[in-house]
């Protein structure tokens, strides 16, 4: 862990400096909220537990509060940048608030949902704030993508934090939920008030833990598979199973085939199921629907 001035991170005032040079004014097109307080990145870096040896992929990385935080912690950081602005500016506020880690910083400018490769060695630890409008999609694709992240904090919009760690049976728990416990163990990490950020959002944040699950789910069916049984059973949240995944299986009648197969009674609903029982239905998709 390298040793940096007190003053390295950003403050307010900071930000706010920054923004009017670059002629930023954060857009809600892109759902940007800047962190504007030291004390919230350094509590993200250390609910993330971050270590000397990590390689941290940054995905949304703005002005560089959270990216600084992960600096004093992290081995190497790469920071995932769609904004052009904040991208060219970035590698900038590096090398002037904390030169001695300026070399192990690199910055990719691209979507997030467009990278299939990051420079340097292998990310071990994904940590983000998540623009709201993106959130699952970007945490799902990086998860698919990049195997070798180990751990993951991300701060999210609160309601998007407790569906993604919802268990079975809990009324907000859905496709997020599933698919992202395909991947890890979830659970919520904490809870972020609006005030630490700049423009403050109207809406409350959460932290969500991702721990990869050493073992991947038990199953001779693909990811790809899994997830066709998870989006039809939600895409009709009200209907029982054997209704919801007819058009998945063909029929109704071959739907409530798999159903019974997989053990799993044909009047359950979607938010009832563990990733394991949706494992279940696929291994056992009726022949005629392959």
Known sequence: MSSTEPDALLGPADIRDLAAKLGVRPTKQRGQNFVIDANTVRRIVRTAEVRPDDTVVEVGPGLGSLTLALLEAADRVVAVEIDEVLAAALPATVQARMPG???RFALVHSDAMLVTELPGPAPTALVANLPYNVAV??????????PSIERTLVMVQAEVADRLAARPGNKVYGV????ANWYAEVKRAGSIGRTVFWPAPNVDSGLVSLVRRTEPIATTASRAEVFAVVDAAFAQRRKTLRAALSGWAGSAPAAEAALVAAGISPQARGEALTVEEFAAIAENKPEAAL
């Open 137 to 146: 999609p970007v945490l799902l694709t990086m998860l698919e993508r990049f």
């Open 101 to 103: 880690r300026a070399d």
């Open 176 to 179: 997020p939920s599933v698919k």
